[in-house]
Structure formats: C-alpha cells, structure tokens
C-alpha cells in the first residue's frame, strides 16, 4: 500500500564543481504548524556536488516502514519540510523516524548523511497541541 506524506523543498543551485557532500543538518523533530494548518518538520538540507539528485526517505524505526521519498535537487544550502497529515492508518507524533539523505551513482552509493529524530507535536500553546496530535495521528481506533 502506497503511503502519502506531503513535501515541500525550497532550493538554491550550487556549483557543479564543488565536492560530493549531502548533510540533513541539525534536526531537533518539534514539528511547526504551516501556513495552510498542517504540521511541518524543517530539515536543512544541503547537496553539493553531485550528477544526480539526492534521494531523501522518511521511515519509521519501529516498522522500518517508508513514510515518504521525494527527490533533492543539487543544491549549496536548502529546507525541505516534511508535513503532516500524516498517512492514513498512521501514527507520527511521538514515534521515531530515520531521516536518510542518499546521492548514488553509477556504481551504487556515493554518500549518506542520516539522523535518527522522535517526532514531536510543539506544547507551547493546547489549541495547537490538540490539533497536532489530531492531524499527525491517522490511526483508526
């Protein structure tokens, strides 16, 4: 079963002739309330060097199972925003997820830069609180 989780990326293009390098930058896993009412985690991604677009894939460390890939364009400093609602049937908030940020190549993987991140709804106000949890918890119960 195909599972959808939305993303955003915003990217600035790099020089082709800088080294092979993909860091997810530092990730603290409180996810912010968008624009449009879902849930964002903001990842600063940077890709450089590379003939190819990076692949960035989110998966849950209890099921191993993917939340979402999307495609990192060769960039010198970028954001990428994983939203949530989360998929259907789903849980996000207060579970683990591993963040994987892969360039490859003809001859397989050429670099890697992961992170292991506990999803969190932000506590500062309960109206947003509430609404986090409702929207990032597609459980069926």
């Known amino acids: ?3 959808w989780l939305g993303v955003m990326i915003m990217v600035v293009a790099g020089c082709a002739s800088d080294p092979l390098a993909a860091d997810l930058g530092e990730v603290e896993g409180v996810l912010e309330i968008g624009p449009q009412g879902g849930f964002h985690l ?3 991604v940077a890709v450089s ?3 190819d677009p990076a692949t960035l894939t989110v998966s849950t460390m209890d099921t191993n199972e ?3 890939t999307t495609r990192v364009n060769d960039t010198s ?3 990428a925003a994983i939203v949530c609602p989360a998929p259907p049937d789903m849980n996000l908030v207060d579970r683990q997820v591993r963040l994987e940020l892969v360039v490859r190549g003809d001859a397989g993987e050429l670099v890697r830069d992961e992170r292991v991140v ?3 709804c932000p506590t500062d106000h309960p109206d ?3 609404t986090c949890r409702r929207i990032c918890d597609r459980r069926v119960e």
């Open 66 to 68: 993917p939340v979402m």
């Open 77 to 79: 400093d970028g954001y």
């Open 42 to 44: 903001w990842l600063d």
């Open 128 to 130: 947003v609180l509430n």
């Open 49 to 51: 060097g590379a003939d």
């Open 1 to 3: 079963m195909a599972k």
């Open 118 to 120: 506990t999803l969190r």
